[in-house]
């Protein structure tokens, strides 16, 4: 830069953004200035462009303005959806996990578990026998393992070859059918019963009168 004669010069240069949060920051402006203070009096001396000569050696002084940038509140945008973003995620997958520990808020209904124990099986629905099979370890389904599968009916647990016999030989005893009408009112009172097959049953009737 070449000295124009004048008692003050001045230069504008691009000002990068410094500091943490430069990367949310547009470019800025660096004025240098260079005044007159009087021969012998400054810094700096023009030749082609101003060189510092050293204290009272020069005729200018030197005065540097930062104007920083605006924010970009794009790169802002940016920047913040990123950390958002990723806690939305983990409150996502913490909200899961206590779903699936809980069960759905909207399911977390309270209810009378001793009511209509005895026939539980065939008389809850699904989100009672949740509850109460979480809460007080009543309603739970058991292991389905066909006619060896246990039948908690009126408090008591029996498989359900077992029940299946007892009624064939107790409360349908000497009827035709009495095997069949056991197993019909053995699956109604536990439906899981219908995995059992009443040939695998293994049931055999009273005698006819």
């Known amino acids: 830069m070449m000295y124009s004669g004048t008692s003050e010069v001045q230069a504008v240069e691009v000002a990068a953004p410094t500091g943490c949060g430069s990367c949310l920051q547009d470019d800025g402006t660096k004025t240098l200035t260079w005044k007159f203070v009087g021969h012998g009096q400054g810094t700096f001396e023009p030749v082609q462009s101003y060189n510092y000569v050293g204290q009272g050696r020069g005729s200018f002084e030197k005065e540097v303005i930062v104007i920083p940038g605006q924010w970009n509140m794009q790169k802002v945008v940016v920047c913040l959806s990123v950390p958002l973003g990723l806690l939305v995620l983990g409150l996502g997958f913490l909200l899961i996990n206590l779903l699936r520990a809980s069960g759905p808020f909207w399911t977390n209904t309270s209810f009378d578990c001793n009511q209509g124990l ?52 107790n409360q349908f005893v000497h009827h035709p059918n009495a095997c069949a009408e056991a197993y019909k009112e053995v699956v109604s009172e536990c439906p899981f019963c219908s995995s059992c097959d009443l040939a695998q ?9």
């Open 118 to 169: 005895d026939n539980w099986a065939a008389s809850w629905d699904k989100s009672k026998k949740d509850y109460c099979c979480r809460t007080e370890q009543k309603g739970c389904m058991p292991q389905i393992k066909g006619c060896q599968t246990e039948c908690n009916y009126q408090r008591r647990t029996a498989t359900c070859a077992s029940r299946i016999q007892w009624g064939a030989t």
């Open 201 to 209: 049953a293994y049931c055999h009737p009273a005698p006819l009168r």
